[in-house]
């Protein structure tokens, strides 16, 4: 028994001009409040809307693949062109990937070509997140999805399915300011009821609120996410990639 990762979720001062930005980036097909990937991606993507303005770097990033140095350099000038914009995070100059912010200063990255750690991995090659060894763990049991990184504290997870990759940096971790802007949203496969029992003998904790549509939860790091309780309707290529 596990959840299914349902969606990544983006609170946004302007939801419309988001899910735009990140469809033309992606060319993922834009349905009500989601992008559906047309990829092997697995997971959708979601845009809520939130008055509270960005204030400090996400806790996860996407890492955007490349195959050739021109490749690398469309992508960035594609971004650049749809709203988005370079930033520094303390990059250095010697390293090959590109920073950006899209319209509301989510970060990502531009990866360079020949990363073998995201090989095969698809345009979307890995969810970058700031997290401890312990919530690889915790993530690698509530989804499902193997281990195929655990060295120095720094652990990565995938779908048997294949897909992107979702990797978390080790210690130490920036000191949490508010809510965070990115969460899952998770579907479990059976009951719900057993699987936010499961979740919580997990580590799992629940700070938020709840209602018929969904329970509030954060994971061992204090990341929020939200376990869905109605009916859902999948990605059209779930049975291939979750």
């Known amino acids: 028994m596990t959840s299914q990762l349902f969606a990544v979720c983006f609170d946004a001062r302007s939801p419309q001009r988001l899910a735009a930005f990140w469809s033309a980036l992606l060319g993922w097909e834009a349905e009500g409040d989601a992008l559906l990937p047309g990829d092997g ?11 509270e303005p960005k204030a400090v770097p996400n806790r996860m990033h996407f ?4 195959t050739s140095l021109e490749g690398q350099q469309e992508t960035v000038a594609r971004a650049l062109e749809l ?29 360079e070509p020949g990363n073998q750690f995201l090989a095969g991995c698809g345009f979307v090659g890995a969810l970058s997140c700031d997290g401890s060894q312990a919530v690889g763990y915790f ?3 509530a989804l499902g999805w193997p281990l195929v990184w655990d060295q120095n504290q720094e652990t990565a997870i995938r779908s048997p399915h294949g897909g992107p990759k979702v990797t978390w940096g080790g210690p130490p971790l920036d000191p949490r300011v508010g809510k965070g802007r990115v969460h899952f949203d998770l579907r479990p496969e059976s009951d719900p009821s057993a699987e936010l029992d499961r979740l919580l003998a997990l580590g ?5 609120s709840s209602d018929a549509s969904r329970v ?10 939200c376990l869905l309780l109605g009916a859902v309707r999948p990605p059209r290529n779930d049975s291939a990639a979750a």
């Not at 799992?204 to 938020?208: D, E, I, L, W, Y």
């Open 63 to 66: 890492d955007l693949t490349s």
């Open 83 to 111: 709203g988005g914009r370079h930033i520094d995070v303390g990059q250095k100059p010697e390293e090959g990937h590109v920073v950006l912010a899209d319209p509301e200063g989510n970060e990502f990255c531009v990866i």
């Open 216 to 225: 509030e939860l954060a994971d061992p790091d204090g990341n929020e996410f």
């Open 204 to 208: 799992a904790t629940r700070p938020g």
């Open 139 to 141: 993530w690698s049991e």
């Open 41 to 51: 991606t697995g997971f959708r993507l979601r845009f809520l809307a939130s008055d």
